[in-house]
């Protein structure tokens, strides 16, 4: 028995037959600083969910990541039992392609799909395949190939990002992902995630699950700082609570970026409790200035947000346009919310009604969605798809774009926030009574001494006086600079130019590497597909 896991296929954020420019692989650069020039944080992910599926099944099973038609095409001949597909919406056409070119090269290959895309409405009769896995895909899996459905989740150490840069410049990736639980009991209307797996559905049950994964990640990888995917980690107050307690007792600290909505923030009577857990970043869906949605009420945000980065936690903030309530003029009301919240990043989404959603059964009924508009796009930074009475589809490309251009001229670049962000956590932690926050302070330095040679570099590059003030008042906190850091502002202005000028003449795009890793193999495979322009990885997992 074998199986093959693979995401759809590149090249993304380009036009093509399959897809479109807008709909970036890259988290920030789609949707949070895309209009922040060479300012924009530049990374990709690699498919966690595949390799988490991988790891827990014992059939050999090779994932595929973002491979190319060519590549995938290569690996289909290979004679696979059961090739499962993860896709979302906007990249349906990819998967399609791939079902049609499985039928007709393997055609005694069963085909499985599975990801946020098997939530398009009669699926079964747009694409052919033969399993649906709508919903959570371990328990499905195990269930399908006869495995033990109640075998304890096994979590594999998964790299958070790839090819990260920032200004030109290469930074390493030295984080972990930790997929502690999907699915989110909260189920805000427009909300996909938590319509797609229902309630929350937890891999990683108490505190101790996350600590001794944790540790497994820094005994293995050195890697201690994590990336939590889990729509609302902090809901579960007790697995916090012990995993703090775990972290002090044992004097390992580790750091972690979550998803968070506000109400939950709230539980916590003090937010230093936030920063003995060693949050380092929080994503929060503020939404609406308008208290809309119940996890909201009652919060305010602009406090909550300065409360947040004075304690050294970057908050990104989420706002939805084109919502109900939103006219040319209320609209406005919303974007000047998101830049007076000042946090260290806003994503600004349009209201996408997503099929199993409430929100879409809603504007299904009111005959407000516009059926005719091709999944691949439907994603969100680009045009809406459904019917509003005040803008146009064209004026919803144009009111996102100027609404992402607004908060940068007015707040500046993002990662000149997050690095004052940072200095306030320095000074919060360095003289705290608590000794635990005060060993929080050597995470803080380490960012500001990394990002101390880019200072001159910003001010040279920057087009906004909002980012120039920020480095001033920087360097204004701060002891001068050390001699040492000297060379380094040099390299890093002569990298921020040549990325300059390649985004300027000729393109910001950046492709994903191809990756094959096997799971449960005998032996080792060679690298098949070997391209300049994608380098291709061969793992092996066993
Ligand atoms: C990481 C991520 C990304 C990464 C992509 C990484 C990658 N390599 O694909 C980045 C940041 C690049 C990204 C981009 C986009 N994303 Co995105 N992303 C996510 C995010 C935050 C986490 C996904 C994840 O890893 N979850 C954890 C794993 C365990 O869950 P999972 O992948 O869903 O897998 C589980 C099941 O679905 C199932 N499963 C999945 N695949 C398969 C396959 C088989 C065979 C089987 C049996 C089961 C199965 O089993 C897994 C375990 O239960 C989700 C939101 C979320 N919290 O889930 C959005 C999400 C998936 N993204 C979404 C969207 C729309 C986008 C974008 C269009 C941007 C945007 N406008 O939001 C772009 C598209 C980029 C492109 N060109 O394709 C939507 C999808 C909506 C939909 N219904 O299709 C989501 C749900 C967010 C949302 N808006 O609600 N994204
Ligand atoms: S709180 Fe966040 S993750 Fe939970 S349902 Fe609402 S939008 Fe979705």
Known sequence: ??????????????????????????????????????FSYRFHHPSFGLYFLAENLTIPTTVLDFPDLETFTQEIKKGYDYIGISFIIPNFLKAKKMTELIRELSPQTKIILGGHGTNIPKIETLLSFDHLCRGEGVAFLRK??????????????????YNKQIMGVTVPNETGIIISGVGCANKCRFCATSHFFGNYTPYLKSGKDVYDLCCRYEDEQGVRDFGIMDENFLKDTERAKELVALMEKNQRYFSFAIF????????FENLDFLVRLGINF??????????????????????LVKDLRSRGISVMTSVILFQEHHDHETIWEDINFACELNSDYVQFMQLGPIPGTKLYEDYLKEGKLLLDIPFEEQHGQDKIWFKHPSFSLEDSKHF??????KEYELNGASFVRMIETSRQGYQHSLGHYNPH??????????????????????????????TKKLIRHLIKMQSPAPIKTKGLTVAVTALALKEQIRIKLFSDKRHPPQIRTQFNFEKKNKVITPKKSQPYRELRVN
Do not use: C
């Not at 200035?289 to 909201?296: D, F, L, S």
């Not at 500001?448 to 909002?466: C, G, I, Q």
């Open 1 to 38: 028995m074998k199986l093959l896991l693979t995401s759809v296929f590149g090249p993304f954020g380009v036009d093509d037959e399959y897809g479109r420019a807008d709909n970036k692989m890259e988290l920030f650069h789609n949707q949070v600083t895309r209009e922040q020039g060479i």
């Open 144 to 161: 399908l190939f006869h495995e033990d459905v109640d075998a304890p989740i096994k979590h594999p150490l998964i790299n958070g990002t």
């Open 260 to 267: 968070s909505s506000a109400e939950t923030l709230g539980k």
């Open 282 to 303: 929080i994503w929060m869906g503020v939404e609406s200035k308008r208290e809309v949605y119940e996890k909201n009420q009652g919060t305010d945000f602009p406090q």
């Open 400 to 405: 996102l774009i100027k609404a992402f251009q």
């Open 437 to 466: 926050i005060r060993q929080r302070a050597k995470e803080f330095k380490k960012i500001l001494d990394l990002t101390r040679p880019f200072y001159p570099a910003v001010l040279l590059f920057s087009p906004y006086k909002s």
